[in-house]
């Protein structure tokens, strides 16, 4: 059972910084996409970007330009890097992963969120002075 731990939300002030990771366990085979999505108030779950086993990144045309989603060192963790932070960027942040590669294509997978089966829990990233 692939389970995702997301860390790194918190509050911060307009024109900040954060780093959100997606700790992922349990893949039963090595390939495999993980999006960041985001709940903001007032509006849907919003794709942000996307990353596959094989290094490939695709981002919401919305989102480009803020938002740098790595891999990390540890096992399957990916980090989710947000600059300029305004207070629209406020909400609950989640990782969410498939097997297979199929959701990278032209940014399938930030179109279909419901199509995710594995989500973690969430982390609150809060903007405000």
């Known amino acids: 059972q692939v389970q995702l731990v997301e860390s790194g939300g918190g509050l911060v002030q307009p024109g900040g910084s954060l780093r959100l990771s997606c700790s992922a366990s349990?893949?039963?085979?090595?390939?495999?996409?993980i999006g960041w999505f985001r709940q903001v108030p007032g509006k849907g779950r919003e794709g942000i970007s996307l990353?596959?086993?094989?290094?490939?990144?695709h981002y919401s045309d919305v989102m480009k330009g803020r938002f740098t989603v790595s891999r990390g060192d540890a096992g399957i963790t990916v980090h989710l890097q947000i600059n300029g932070l305004n207070a629209e960027d406020t909400g609950a942040y989640f990782c969410?992963?498939?097997?297979?590669?199929?959701?990278?294509?032209?940014?399938?997978?930030?179109?279909?969120?419901?199509?995710?089966?594995?989500w973690g829990q969430g982390t609150q990233v809060t903007v405000s002075s």
């Open positions: 969410a992963a498939e097997y297979g590669l199929g959701y990278m294509a032209d940014g399938w997978g930030l179109r279909h969120p419901d199509e995710f089966d594995y």
């Open positions: 349990g893949f039963a085979h090595g390939q495999w996409t």
């Open positions: 990353i596959s086993s094989d290094g490939r990144t």
